[in-house]
Each structure stands twice: as structure tokens, then as C-alpha cells.
């Protein structure tokens, strides 16, 4: 199916080198892609494997050492600092901790109002971008009266890693890379993190690239599987393709410490 769609990002032997000599560490290695528009992608590894060092990357937060990213079928070209700007219209993140995501100076009004501008509403009246926070804010359960003033950390991490959202919610990125978002927060919080970020998905035809530790959850979420291991990319697919009959050593060792997913498949095969 996603074969139909069309190439949101992508990239060819994209590669990150950390350091000199002796002191060098391939974080990336030559790993190729090809992300469709809508699609919810995984990058599934372990601690270390380079996921967080390729979201960076496309990004556009860290050179790319070797290998070219390709956005909506031509090259990335962030090379001025106008051009990262424009780039950064259509790709958004949120990261594992929400309290390093926030300018602990900018008030909640502020956060919201910056996304309102960015997306070209510096001249919309006071009325109607309060009417747009409030707007955002109850997308995500929150209520605007009772953010409006206060700063990100007088939120619990909950509500912040929604303020996350709601940001997002107003900035309508074509994609959204989700560093292991729900890492932090209890079961309950994250089964709602994930609904509202797929109902965003659907509403504007968001991708959304969901980088985790969690190959169980990356089953049930995903169109596209990306597995790492020490940097390159061992095999990707459907979830089907590569979680129920997975070809590479390392996927069957991660899927070995998700009983569950075996599980779902005898019962399948019954
Ligand atoms: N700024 C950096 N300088 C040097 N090494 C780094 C840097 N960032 C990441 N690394 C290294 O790159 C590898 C991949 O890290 P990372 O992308 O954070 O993995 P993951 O997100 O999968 O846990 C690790 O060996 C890490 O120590
Ligand atoms: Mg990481």
C-alpha cells in the first residue's frame, strides 16, 4: 500500500561520524530510507543504535558527514539559515523530555503564539489567536484558561508532553518525529499521547516518524519498520514483513524479549 503514496523524506547512505582518530564513533552508517507521506514509520534499536543521531539529522540539527537526505523527491537544501527556517515549517519534533523542549523564559502564551506566527499568523488579531490556543490546548485536554500565564514547568510532565502536541496541533508540520515520546510517562498518559498524535496523522496527513525502543509497540503502530543495530539499518518493512517473520539475527533477539508479539502470532496461525 505505502508503495502508492508519495516520498515524504528520504535518504541515501546517510552517514554520522562523532569525533577524530582514535576518538571516532560511527553513530550512522550508510543507511538509506524512503519515508511515505501519512505513514506512522518506526526506528526500532536498542540504546545506542543511532536513532536519536538520524533524528538530528533530518532534522537538520546535525551535518549529515556523508550520504544526502532528500525532501519530497529533491534534495534537502538547509545551507542558509532562511532555508532551515522554510525546512522547519514542515518538519516538527518532540523529544523524550518535554522539560528540555521548552524555553524555561517563554510563558505557555508565548509557546503558542510563536507556533501561530510561524505558520504565517504574526498579523491575526489578539482575539482570533486566543481563539486558536484555545483551540490547540483542548485538542489536547487541556484548558488555555488555566495555562494562559504560567510557564511549561509549572505543568506536570503530562500536560507539558501535551503542550507538546498542542504545538504541533498549530504548526501542522508535513512530518513529525516523535523521539521516544512517551518513554517518561505513565501507561494511561501514553495510550492518549499516541491516539491524539494519530488522529493528527489522519486530520492533516501528517508522517510521523516514531523513533522507540519498544518493538512490541512499534507492531502495533506502524506501517514501516526501520530496525538498527550499531548504526545501520538491518531491515525494514511492514510490521508483518519484519516483526512476524523478521530475516536479521538482531530483530529476532529484540522480538525474543516481547513474549507478547509470539504470542499474537500462534494464535494466528491456529
Ligand atoms: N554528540 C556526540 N558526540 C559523540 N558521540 C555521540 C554524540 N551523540 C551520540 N553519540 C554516540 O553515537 C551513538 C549513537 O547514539 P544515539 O544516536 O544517541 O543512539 P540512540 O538514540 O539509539 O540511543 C552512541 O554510541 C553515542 O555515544
Ligand atoms: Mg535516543
Known amino acids: ?14 552517514t554520522k561520524v562523532f569525533g577524530l582518530g582514535a576518538k571516532k564513533t560511527v553513530a550512522v552508517d550508510h543507511v538509506d530510507f524512503e519515508f511515505y507521506q501519512g ?3 518506526s526506528i526500532v534499536g536498542e540504546s545506542g543504535s543511532g536513532k536519536t543521531t538520524i533524528a538530528k539529522m533530518l532534522l537538520g540539527l546535525i551535518s549529515v558527514t556523508e550520504g544526502e537526505v532528500s ?12 532555508k532551515k527556517k522554510e525546512y522547519w515549517t514542515n518538519i516538527q519534533a518532540i523529544f523524550q523530555d518535554p522539560f528540555s523542549s521548552y524555553n524555561v523564559f517563554s510563558k505557555i502564551d508565548t509557546v503558542l503564539i510563536d507556533c501561530i506566527n510561524m505558520r504565517g499568523g504574526k498579523n491575526f488579531s489578539k482575539q482570533k489567536k486566543i481563539e486558536m490556543m ?29 503542550l507538546m502536541i498542542a504545538r ?24 492518549t499521547i499516541l491516539d491524539m498524535l494519530m488522529q493528527l496523522r489522519d486530520e492533516i496527513g501528517m508522517t510521523i516518524i516514531f523513533i522507540t525502543h519498544d518493538i512490541g509497540l512499534a507492531y502495533y503502530i506502524s506501517d514501516q519498520v526501520y530496525i538498527m543495530e550499531h548504526g545501520k539499518i538491518v531491515e525494514n518493512g511492514t510490521p508483518d514483513e519484519v516483526i512476524l517473520n523478521p530475516k536479521a539475527e538482531y530483530t529476532k533477539r529484540l522480538i525474543s524479549d516481547v513474549p507478547k508479539i509470539y504470542e499474537e502470532w500462534d494464535l494466528s496461525t491456529v
Open 71 to 82: 525532501f519530497l523527491g529533491k534534495p534537502r537544501d538547509i545551507s542558509t539559515h532562511k
Open 168 to 191: 504541533i496541533f498549530l504548526l501542522k508540520p508535513k512530518i513529525l518525529l516523535a523521539d521516544e515520546p512517551t518513554s517518561m510517562i505513565d501507561a494511561c498518559s501514553r495510550a
Open 39 to 41: 505513514d506512522l514509520i
Open 1 to 14: 500500500m505505502s508503495d502508492k503514496k508519495p516520498i515524504c523524506l528520504s535518504g541515501k547512505g546517510v
Open 134 to 162: 484555545t483551540e490547540a490546548c483542548s485538542f489536547v485536554n487541556l484548558k488555555y484558561a488555566e495555562l494562559t500565564n504560567k510557564y511549561p514547568f509549572e505543568l506536570s510532565g503530562g500536560q507539558m508532553q501535551r
